[in-house]
């Protein structure tokens, strides 16, 4: 028996490491330095108050343009918002708790759609690429000649969008006082849109996590009848 405390002393220490690394409170600077996104990597969970705020950031600017119409005020409640909250913010909008989130209809602009958001972060390269391309914009580098309608960005495929540059510092204020930076605008509005691309993202980790555990132990039973079995049978 006691050959089996040290990989059993092992074993637990690699789960209580992994419940530690699982969801945490989120803190503003945390995504920026360096940028990541708590949402990624085999266990990640969505980052709630940065999805908030991201949800903000996308009523308040690029609900003039885009739709996510995969989305519907009641799941607002999977952000961690009441669902007092959710019907102030869908009766703000002219809906219901039913409605799919406010946002523009399709227009076309320089001869592009505004594409719904909804599944962008999966038809998309991910949240990286979302964030890269609302910060990519700059002056056209010289020799590069823009098309008409267009704006340089250095993320976008081709080096020109049909969309102007949307966030600037301070393009929304935040309900949490987090800072309203371009930066922390496209991280959230990223986090944001990782969310309504894949809403059980948590469930699914969470299974996923479970499921190692259960192995894990299953693992070390099997290992204990192993060794009994053949004690025995000598
Ligand atoms: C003034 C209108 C307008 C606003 C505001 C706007 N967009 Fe766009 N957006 C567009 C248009 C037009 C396109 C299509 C661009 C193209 O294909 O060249 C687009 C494309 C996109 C794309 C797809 C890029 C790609 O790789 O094809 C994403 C992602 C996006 N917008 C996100 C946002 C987010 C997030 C916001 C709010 C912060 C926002 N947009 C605000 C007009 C807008």
């Known amino acids: 028996m006691r050959r089996i405390l040290a990989p059993l ?4 220490l690699v789960a209580l490491s992994f419940v530690a690394a699982a969801p945490r409170a989120a ?25 908030q705020r991201g949800f903000q950031v996308f009523s308040s600017v690029c609900a003039g343009c885009h739709s996510v119409s ?11 918002l009441t669902p007092d909250q959710a019907a102030g913010e ?8 039913d409605s799919a989130l406010k946002g523009a209809a399709p227009m076309d602009m320089g001869g592009a ?15 990286r690429y979302i964030y890269d391309y609302l910060t990519g914009y ?3 580098p010289a020799g590069v000649s823009l098309l008409p309608g267009h704006y340089y960005n250095a993320a976008f495929p081709g080096g020109q969008t049909a969309m102007p540059a949307a966030l600037h510092d301070g393009a929304v204020t935040y309900a949490d006082g987090a800072p309203t930076t371009t930066a922390q605008e496209a991280a959230d509005v990223a986090e944001f849109l990782t969310w309504t691309a894949d809403p059980n993202l948590d469930a699914k ?7 190692i555990i259960f192995f894990a132990f299953l693992a070390i039973i099997a290992i204990i009848s192993k060794r009994k079995v053949w004690r025995t049978s000598l």
């Not at 600077?29 to 990640?44: R, V």
């Not at 995969?70 to 961690?80: N, W």
């Open 70 to 80: 995969g989305v519907h005020y009641r799941d607002l409640e999977a952000l961690g």
């Open 27 to 51: 803190h503003a600077e945390d995504t920026l330095s360096p940028l990541k996104f708590q949402s990624q990597g085999a266990l990640g969970t969505i980052d709630k108050a940065a999805a």
């Open 9 to 12: 002393l092992a074993f637990s």
């Open 113 to 127: 759609v505004p594409p719904d958001l909804t599944s962008i972060v999966a038809q998309r390269p991910g949240p």
């Open 90 to 97: 869908a009766a703000a909008a002219g809906g219901n708790l």
């Open 205 to 211: 980790h969470l299974i996923g996590f479970r499921a």
């Open 138 to 140: 700059a002056p056209a």
